[in-house]
């Protein structure tokens, strides 16, 4: 089975940058759509952006702007990079992928990004 293994996540300054990685244990052309999702405490996990398989993104109006979505189809590995960080955007992010032909969803274990001074 296909695992998502996500990293990067920190400690950071409001206005700072993290990039985050999200590795899959085979192909990524396994999934049609990856995603980055977040949840902050007490509130429901939210959509921050995704990537389709021929490239299209999709984002969170409170991350466009500030927010990048890419893929390495060589390296297996998405990433969402994060600048301008603000304190709301404090949450553990986590990586989600639909699997081609109806083959399910796969959520990875999800990384802290904490956003304070």
């Known amino acids: 089975q296909v695992q998502l293994v996500e990293s990067g996540g920190d400690l950071v300054q409001p206005g700072g940058s993290l990039r985050l990685s999200c590795a899959a244990s085979?192909?990524?052309?396994?999934?049609?759509?990856m995603g980055w999702y977040r949840q902050a405490p007490g509130k429901e996990r939210e959509l921050v952006a995704d990537i389709a398989i021929r490239g299209y993104t999709n984002y969170a109006d409170s991350v466009k702007g500030r927010f990048t979505i890419s893929r390495d189809n060589a390296k297996n590995t998405v990433y969402l990079q994060m600048n301008s960080l603000k304190p709301e955007d404090t949450a553990v992010y986590y990586c989600?992928?639909?699997?081609?032909?109806?083959?399910?969803?796969?959520w990875g274990q999800g990384t802290q990004v904490t956003v304070s001074s």
């Open positions: 989600k992928g639909d699997l081609r032909l109806g083959g399910g969803i796969v």
């Open positions: 085979g192909s990524i052309f396994n999934f049609a759509t």
